[in-house]
């Protein structure tokens, strides 16, 4: 297994609530999650806005530590892990991020920005394999001196990728990677991304507030709401016989290019 | 083994556009060049001794006004000493304090900030309340109080500027740091393993230097103020020396019979302030990847 | 006739030179939604701002004509045609939170432009508020009335948004992207909303978007924008059916469809842009000479 994940649970201090004197309430945001990740697999964790989709991906690569529960990756419970110990760890699990511009340092160039990371760990040769990396995901060597503004929403969304699989990991979360993007860029950004999940042997959470994107790309499809799974099932018996309620709720609202789907 | 994804690689076709310089930062780089040049130069180039007196030759006009004298190029004061030599003179004070207090606030109040901003918890809040209570007071009267304690002369001026300006550093730096502490790159730092203080160095530290630089442009402008006007109140160096500020306040006495004494440090001062202000924005604009 | 809203070969450019919109054509009727689809940079909402006059300070319009009700826009003067377009016409933006003034309670904001601009009366105008959050399903529209724009969820904002866009009963609405920013759920809520407002107020719709699926669900016709040009209008059933430009097929084709495995998601292929800038080309030539 790649990730266990066990009535996982996670409560932030609510400071929009917040008693002018004394801590803030606590809300929760995850409210005890388990489910199972076997390796080189595709899991989709679908859900609308504050489902708790993209803090449950934030917890299982530790940007944030769970209040309650176990994350376990590779065997190794890495819930309460500190930044030290995790420190070697972080190699092997890789994040990109939903804003591509906000994922990307403005200030540095892009060859810098997937370089970093490798000399971090102590590899040699960096400015190649950030090269490497740029050509991997489709983009010329010359974007290596570039800024990130001065690159396209789905030209910077690769370079994220980029950065990601760089550091050769084996686990990669997505986290809503294409909502920011055109159509036909999604397009491209998924296939890419789904060929370098072969290539690379890649396992992959990607997590999505659109079920229709879900499909082509997962083996496996979590359904989130308001900090709970309300359905956890292989991709294709999800579209061809959802069984919970908000899952039907959600596919019958994805608007298709069709003027025949019965949309009211 | 990657052909299928090559198959869609894109093309670059930017082409190269290097920005033109601007006019606002050559006219305040050359006003300020100027100024420092003049001041490292003063005692050679000077027409006079800035010191020397000479009653005979007292309110002497400039050189384009009737009555004036060869060699008294901005005329002289009331106890004929030459202006011009006395505001080179003077440039050489003013610089010295607009470089050295300007940095020294700077590298201050930016370090504090960056660390509440970052850090926040218990360092945020003991810096934060320090400046709550630290603006509370009257930053002149503040710095007069402060120099009728521990003495006039250049240090003094130096800590002053430095007591009443950190904060305004600070409160910048820390709000930008924030801001930038939310954004998803510094997770991906994270991500990557960086520690928090090497994220701090390497990651905030270069989205934090255009404003700093701003603000530090803007500091030496403002030194060189609170310079003129502790010399406008005779709290700067020894009387002897010559200073903007002390000039003025000389002028101020014969401006009826003697105007040039009083209009001549104000625009060098006036020039002076704005042109560091502008220098650092126009140096923002032009280096910033970002803007360019 | 004349259209209720007649565009025609309306081009907008940036000051410094390039093209913004090339020589755009199209008519939207009384009572009609019509689409116009595009990715970002096609100038779908650039369309929207230069009927409403709201375009970013460094575009001009160079050429063409913006008719509204009968008349002009372009032949009055600004005051005039402020006045006009004020009168007339409204915007659903895209984005509820930025839209709304966080500091204004909710009323005020809806009532401002009755009030302002049309001189209603204060009492006129709140109780034509009231009845326009009902209108848009809000339960309790006296509580939401009194609420700050951070109190209510996004989809609320969108309704009350839409309320104050039909407030002073406009003969145009022009909606850009809408629902972008929303939840699926909540987008096929406001989409019903929206459809059931225009119908019932028999107003031209204008409608940006960027996903086909949202189009073939609220609009008449549409039209598909690259680089500022109109490659393809078309009535709505007609296009799906069978869109003539390979540029609507490759859109077509690039849209997620989770009904079928096999299909969705292909990226545009070279060829097809190689055609468009192609046909990008030949149209700035003939436009010079």
């Known amino acids: 297994m790649m990730y266990e994940v066990r009535d996982l649970q996670l409560s932030l201090p609510d400071m929009v609530r917040k008693p002018l004197l004394g801590p803030a309430p606590k809300i929760d945001i995850l409210k005890g999650i388990s489910f199972d990740l076997p390796k080189k697999s ?20 530790r940007l944030l530590e769970p209040s309650a529960g176990h994350i376990k990756f590779d065997g190794q419970d890495v819930s309460h892990m500190g930044e030290e110990k995790l420190r070697p760890l972080r190699r092997r699990f890789q994040m990109i991020f939903q804003d591509p511009m906000s994922s990307l340092n403005p200030r540095q160039r892009i060859g810098r920005i997937i370089a970093a990371p490798l000399e971090l760990h102590g590899w040699d040769n960096v400015a190649q394999r950030a090269i490497e990396a740029l050509v991997m ?21 690769r370079v994220g990728i980029a950065r990601a699989i760089a550091l050769q990991p084996e686990f990669i979360l997505a986290d809503e990677i294409v909502s920011g993007l055109d159509v036909s860029s999604q397009a491209q950004v998924l296939i890419l991304l789904e060929d370098l999940v072969r290539e690379l042997d890649l396992t992959l959470a990607f997590v999505s507030h659109d079920l229709s994107v879900v499909r082509r790309l997962c083996d496996q499809v979590i359904v989130m709401r308001e900090g709970l799974i309300v359905e956890n099932a292989p991709t294709a018996t999800l579209f061809t016989s959802p069984q919970d309620d908000y899952t039907k709720e959600l596919l019958a609202a994805i608007p298709l290019p069709d003027p025949d789907q019965p949309f009211n | 083994m990657l052909c299928s994804i090559q198959s869609y690689a894109m093309r670059d076709t930017r082409s190269e556009i290097r920005p033109k310089l601007g006019i606002r930062l050559w006219l305040c780089g050359g006003w300020l060049f100027c100024l420092v040049l003049g001041a490292l130069f003063a005692p050679w180039i000077s027409p006079q001794d800035p010191l020397a007196q000479d009653l005979f030759a007292a309110r002497l006009p400039p050189f384009w006004v009737a009555g004036s004298e060869p060699g008294f190029w901005l005329g002289t004061d009331s106890l004929g000493r030459d202006v011009l030599s006395r505001m080179l003179h003077g440039a050489r004070l003013a610089l010295i304090v607009a470089f050295i207090a300007g940095t020294l606030t700077c590298l201050i109040g930016s370090t504090l900030g960056i660390f509440a901003g970052y850090y926040q918890g218990w360092a945020d809040r003991v810096i934060s309340r320090f400046i709550d209570i630290w603006m509370a007071f009257p930053p ?41 502490s939310v954004m998803d790159y510094i997770a991906s730092a994270q991500v990557a393993g960086r520690g928090k203080f090497s994220t701090m160095v390497s990651e905030i530290l270069p989205n934090l230097l255009p404003t700093i630089v701003v603000l530090l442009s803007l500091e ?4 060189v103020i609170v310079e003129a006007i502790l010399s406008f109140v005779n709290l700067s160096i020894s009387t002897d020396s010559p200073t903007w500020g002390g000039m003025i306040a000389e002028g101020r006495i014969s401006i009826h019979q003697a105007w040039w004494v009083l209009v001549f440090p104000l625009i060098a001062l006036f020039l002076t302030v704005l042109s560091f202000s502008q220098f650092g924005e126009g140096l923002k604009d032009r280096f910033d990847p970002v803007l360019r | 006739m004349i259209a209720y809203l007649s565009i025609r070969n309306l081009s907008v450019s ?31 909402s650039i369309i929207g701002k230069s009927v409403l006059g709201i375009l970013p300070r460094a575009m001009g319009i160079t050429s063409g004509e913006i008719w509204l009700d009968g008349v ?10 402020r006045r006009r377009i004020g009168a007339l016409a409204a915007l659903i933006p895209q984005d509820p939170l930025t839209a709304l003034n966080p500091s204004r309670r909710i009323g005020p904001q809806i009532t401002r432009r009755l ?16 009845e326009l959050l009902k209108e848009v399903h809000i339960e309790n529209p006296e509580h939401v009335m009194r609420s700050y724009p951070h109190e209510l969820s996004g989809g609320m904002r969108q309704r009350v948004l839409i309320a104050s866009a039909f407030a002073a009963e406009p003969k145009l609405i022009i909606a850009d992207e809408p629902t972008t920013a929303l939840d699926v759920t909540v987008q096929k809520q406001i989409l019903r909303l929206v459809g059931e407002m225009q119908a019932r107020h028999r107003t031209a719709l204008l409608f940006v978007t960027h996903d086909l699926g949202v189009v073939s669900k609220v609009c008449d016709h549409l039209s598909v924008l690259y680089a500022g040009m109109i490659v393809e209008k078309s009535q709505m059933r007609s296009f799906f059916a069978a869109p003539s430009h390979p540029y609507s097929r490759a859109l077509l084709a690039a849209s997620p469809k989770y009904d079928d495995l096999s299909g969705g998601l292909v990226p545009v292929p070279q060829a097809v842009i190689d055609q468009l800038d192609g046909e990008i080309t030949a149209f700035d030539k003939g436009s010079r000479t």
């Open chain 3, 72 to 81: 002009n826009l372009l032949s009055l003067s600004v005051a005039q045609r």
């Open chain 3, 14 to 44: 940036l000051s410094n030179g390039p093209e913004i919109l090339r020589s755009i054509s199209l008519d939207v009727d009384a009572g009609e939604v019509h689409g116009l689809v595009g990715e970002s940079g096609a100038g779908k």
């Open chain 2, 220 to 223: 030496m402008g403002i030194a």
């Open chain 1, 137 to 157: 995901v489709g983009l010329p060597e010359s974007f290596a001196k570039r800024y990130p503004h001065e690159l396209s929403g789905g030209q910077r969304q």
């Open chain 3, 115 to 130: 009030v302002g601009i049309l001189g209603w009366s204060k009492s006129a105008a709140q109780a034509r508020a009231l």
């Open chain 1, 42 to 61: 595709v899991l989709g964790i679908v859900g609308g806005s504050g489902s708790g989709k993209s803090t449950l991906g934030r917890t299982m690569v």
């Open chain 2, 140 to 180: 002149v009267l503040f710095a007069i109080l402060l120099i009728a304690v521990i003495g006039t002369g250049m240090t003094s001026i130096i800590i002053a500027i430095i007591i009443i300006d950190w904060t305004r550093f600070t409160r910048v730096v820390r709000a930008e740091t924030m801001s930038q």
